[in-house]
């Protein structure tokens, strides 16, 4: 950490609750949907109840295999996947899944991930999660850029943006998260869009689409040929829409999400009014970041003078 004030006389105890709407949350880091699976991956290494919440694998109205390999390649700045949503489908999930998960870690807040390619498809699953017990959240994935179809159209136009949350919000109480992506036109319009119509909170933002051509075989390296680049090379750009949104909508709840790889990017998302952050491929690199994050957010905290996160989020707007 760099650049710090000096440390303020008053002792200050440093507290990481956070609230995203009515849900709360002992600290501000979220496992990305992708990063630990169906939640009990990384189990043995980092428990998922010290994470703020858990955000698991997308999940789908059918099973589905992904996308051709090679899914994943690493770049100079990040990581292009091309998974392509492989997932169980939403029949083995809320029958073996999510139960397994909750059974074994009850103090654990699971966040569960929705893509579909309708608005009809976005309802059903909401409706099927709504049944079921122990889930936090639903975060609709208006922005998987992987995939022919699985969501990206939601977030890149307004009006089905709008009828896919004002449909999901009458299927459920369960808080709803929206996930925009990166890339639509106007992202602010966006996230007012799905406020109004019933959202929860805002997720800005995902992956940004990209490629890799391996120049000895001439051709993509991905069997996709595209993917998502997540990690540090997109940092600024999510920030910059996590930013936008936050000082055009003021009080919006917001979660800062795209490479987020220290303790000192989640502060910059908390500053541009983001209430928490989601941690993607750092946790590929690290599985047992976490606790770094927590020491370092702690100790900027202690140094600032600020006893709880609302005391600094919003700050740089």
């Known amino acids: 950490m760099k650049n710090f004030k000096p440390e303020s006389k008053t002792e200050f105890k440093a507290q990481l609750y956070t609230r995203i709407g009515k849900l709360m949350l002992d600290n501000p880091f979220i496992a990305a949907s992708g990063t630990c699976g169906y ?61 397994e998960f909750i059974k074994k870690f009850p103090n654990a807040k699971p966040v569960v991930s929705i893509a579909g390619e309708t608005t ?12 079921s017990k122990g889930i936090n959240a639903i975060e609709l994935n208006f922005s998987c850029p992987n995939v022919s179809k699985g969501g990206i159209h939601f977030g890149a136009d307004t009006s ?21 992506s990166p890339t639509a036109p106007d992202p602010v319009k966006i996230a007012s869009i799905c406020m109004e119509s019933g959202a929860d909170a805002i997720v800005a933002s995902n992956t940004v689409p990209g490629m890799v051509i391996d120049i000895w075989k001439e051709k993509p390296i991905l069997g996709n040929i595209t993917g998502g680049l997540s990690g540090p090379a997109i940092f600024p750009i999510s920030l910059r829409v996590a930013y936008l949104i936050a000082k055009s909508i003021p009080g919006i709840p917001l979660i800062g999400c795209g490479g987020v790889s220290n303790a000192d990017k989640a502060i910059q998302f908390i500053l541009a009014g983001c209430s928490a952050v989601e941690i993607g491929t750092a946790v590929f690199r690290s599985p047992n970041i976490l606790y770094k994050f927590m020491e370092e957010i702690k100790s900027y905290m202690e140094k600032m003078g600020y006893s709880k996160i609302d005391d600094f989020k919003g700050k740089a707007l």
């Open 39 to 99: 939640g009990t991956e990384y189990a043995d290494i980092l428990p998922p109840e010290k994470w703020g919440a858990l955000v698991l694998k997308t999940v789908t109205v059918k099973q589905r295999d992904g996308n051709k390999p090679p899914r994943c390649c690493e770049t100079d700045s990040g990581m292009l996947n091309s998974i392509g949503l492989a997932n169980c489908g939403i029949e083995q999930f809320t029958k073996e899944k999510l139960p």
């Open 120 to 131: 009809e498809e976005f309802v059903l699953l909401t409706g099927k999660l709504a049944e």
């Open 160 to 180: 089905s943006a709008q009828e896919a949350v004002k449909e999901c919000r009458k299927t459920t109480q369960l808080p709803i998260w929206v996930k925009i």
